[in-house]
């Protein structure tokens, strides 16, 4: 179905492997289009709670966009590959009201350093390296890295990593706030099931207006806290409401069913 991706859905999460491993799994115009097929699916099956995104084998994640593509294209196409990108991809991720996960297994440069930002949080192996080298290319990240990763480490850092174009390993990222938790290369997938297994333990509705909240905040969103008291209102109208605070006080464990 998907001549760039392997697909895996386990108890409600889909597992996304992006796998083209003898390019260290590059963007190109079929990756980008399958992911964004595979995004619609993600925001109209129910039976999808969640999603792990990686990249096969053992040494990238995504090792940055397939430079082969960028020739003769001019400013009017580099800036419509941008927004294509963007609009079928790395928006979708970033607002989509289910839990997008990376789990980081190698190299995450350029293109594939701001896929990862795109998703929620990120997970790394010990092997991980990121980094948005275009300056070396006489680019600019042009996938959302300027803004996710000034968001996500600070101003100065982001500065300091975009300008030099220096590659950082999976414990600075983690000091610096670009990576959540780092585990050995074997345990990635595992943890990352994990980490998805309990949130989709929690109430799917409040799970996604966390999601529209937080991304409200991080671009600061002038009405983030007037918006963040209608989604707490819209919480009580829901079953999964009564549901939790019922559970709390009878002291059980709650099922929610996302209604």
Do not use: W
Request: net charge negative; aromatic share 6%; with cysteine.
């Amino acid at each position: 179905m998907y001549s760039t991706l392997l697909t895996a859905l386990e108890n409600g999460t889909l597992i996304i492997t992006i796998n083209r491993p003898d390019k260290l799994n590059a963007l190109n115009k079929d990756v980008i289009e399958d992911l964004g097929k595979i995004l619609e699916d993600v925001y109209t099956n129910n039976e999808i709670k969640g999603v792990i995104l990686t990249g096969a084998g053992e040494k990238a994640f995504v090792a940055g966009a397939d430079i082969t593509e960028f020739g003769g294209i001019g400013a009017v196409g580099g800036a419509e590959l941008a927004q294509k990108g963007a609009d079928l991809v790395f928006n979708k991720i970033e607002k989509c009201p289910k839990p997008v996960l990376a789990a980081v297994n190698g190299f995450a440069l350029g293109g594939g350093c701001e896929l990862a930002m795109a998703c929620h949080f990120r997970i790394a192996s010990e092997n991980a390296k990121f980094g948005q080298p275009e300056v070396n290319l006489g680019l600019i990240p042009g996938y959302g890295g300027t803004q996710r990763l000034t968001q996500l480490i600070g101003k100065g850092k982001a500065m300091e990593l975009l300008m030099t174009a220096d590659m950082i390993g999976a414990a600075e990222a983690k000091d610096l706030g670009l990576v959540n938790h780092v585990y050995p290369l074997a345990e990635l997938l595992v943890k990352a099931k994990e980490v998805l297994a309990k949130i989709q333990s929690k109430a799917p509705i409040a799970i996604s207006h966390i999601i529209t909240c937080v991304n409200e905040a991080a671009a600061a969103e002038k009405n983030g806290f007037i918006n963040e008291i209608k989604y707490f209102g819209a919480c009580f109208a829901t079953e999964d409401m009564v549901e939790g605070t019922t559970a709390f006080l009878e002291k059980r464990k709650a099922i929610f069913k996302g209604k």
